[in-house]
């Protein structure tokens, strides 16, 4: 079965500065992959995803994210962070029918 | 831009009362989700459905929750008799077919057991 861990429960940085968020799955085939986002009291959005082919993905509000199989990561990134970026950030992996499994989160908080 | 409608938004319940919780997936889409994320914790896989019938469970998904499309539209989550545990934000998401395809989430339902 799937498995996903987010190793940084709450990541603080400036408002301009680059962010990373950590992503590494367990998957016995090619894995499906995914980053949401959830603003307080809402629902996920969909950041991008991973199914095959290139492995920098890019996605949308400027985030990208870059498949490594021989690490078996799936890292967020955004060069320049906003502070309607703070949100909770969550990583998951799929099989091929898409029985997602998400990862822990991470609560991005933006200072000024 | 069509979208995964679920209602109600919220629902406070009594302890061992039947809940059911609605979705509307989008309309064209095939393969069907519940997910389920108590507060301040991950989103948690629940049940996947297609072709009328459930394709995968979770252990979560014991007997006392259930899955139903009753006529072309609706994809309804009934908790038998809730317990204060689950209490959480439900989770509807749907699926197009195909394989390189991502399940569009709904905005969720918050379910209070009181």
């Known amino acids: 079965a799937q498995s996903v861990t987010q190793p940084d429960i709450h990541i603080t940085v400036s408002e301009g500065a680059s962010l990373e968020l950590r992503c590494n799955y367990s998957?016995?085939?090619?894995?499906?992959l995914f980053w949401y986002v959830q603003s307080p009291g809402q629902g996920l959005q969909l950041l991008l995803k991973?199914?095959?082919?290139?492995?920098l993905v890019q996605g949308i509000k400027g985030f990208e994210a870059e498949f490594k199989r021989s690490q078996s990561s799936f890292n967020l990134r955004k060069p320049s962070v906003h502070w309607s970026d703070a949100a909770e950030y969550f990583c998951?992996?799929?099989?091929?029918?898409?029985?997602?499994?998400f990862g822990a989160g991470t609560r991005l908080t933006v200072k000024p | 831009e069509p979208e995964v409608t679920q209602t109600p938004s919220h629902q406070v319940t009594q302890m061992g009362q039947e809940v059911i919780l609605r979705c509307v997936p989008i309309?064209?889409?095939?393969?069907f989700y519940w997910y389920r994320q108590i507060l301040g914790q991950k989103v948690e896989f629940l049940v996947s459905?297609?072709?009328?019938?459930?394709?995968?469970k979770s252990e979560i998904f014991d007997d006392q929750f259930s899955v139903e499309r009753p006529d072309g539209s609706n994809f309804t989550l009934k908790i038998r008799s809730t317990k204060l545990e689950d209490s959480a934000m439900y989770f509807c998401?749907?699926?197009?077919?195909?394989?390189?395809?991502?399940?569009?989430f709904g905005q969720g339902t918050r379910l209070t057991v009181v």
């Open positions: 998401a749907s699926r197009e077919r195909g394989m390189n395809t991502e399940a569009f």
């Open positions: 998957y016995g085939a090619t894995p499906y």
């Open positions: 991973y199914f095959s082919g290139d492995t």
């Open positions: 998951a992996v799929g099989a091929y029918n898409n029985d997602m499994r």
């Open positions: 309309s064209n889409h095939l393969y």
């Open positions: 459905f297609y072709n009328n019938e459930i394709s995968e």
